[in-house]
């Protein structure tokens, strides 16, 4: 089980209703965000879900009416509630550290590359379901998405306050900067590895933050 998916399960005060989550309600989510890792959203049934819970079928359309009434009732607003801090408070910690920009950078690609690898199950579900449902995409934008931003840009305009980073660099560019390198870095690391390996991933990861602050273009000779 991922990581921040085994708290969250650990934990008892979490749904849409501010109702403590029952027994029966934990196991479905928990089998829920297990079968469409495995299976995607489409190629799980609530059948497969109940059964894999140890509930019948109709507790699921009980309470969440269908599959899709279980994904944005249950099983996003649980992300949503503990992956926010659960992204968040490592990234704003690293950002206000008293360090050097490449220091920051080197922390930050580095932690967000372990949370993508400890949490991938989870992460492919909100990677490949968000393509094909738009309000996925909406309820994700508005319950992650824009609390992570809002927050992160405050301490970036603080590093850009410091001279720490440029100032005329717009933040989304900034970050969306980022987000892709974290990712170029994964494809990297774990699919290409034999084809794109450059040393140790330590050396890889400080390249990748000195290509980010200073670009590739060469000296003129």
Known sequence: MDNWIQKLVDQHDINLDKKKLTQKQRNILESAIQLFAEKGYNGTTTNEIAKLAGVAE?????????????????????????????????????????KPIEVILEELIQDRVTLVENNWRTIRIVIVESLFHSDLREALQEMIANRVIANVEQKVNRLKEQGKLRRDLPNRILLRGIISQVFGFLIAKNVLSESLSAGGELEELKWTVEMMLHGIKGEPE
């Open 58 to 98: 109709a507790t699921i359309f009980k309470h969440y009416r269908s599959k899709k009434g279980l994904l944005l009732r249950l099983v996003i607003p649980a992300i949503a509630k503990f992956a926010s801090p659960f992204i968040l408070n490592p990234l704003v910690q690293i950002l206000e550290q008293d």
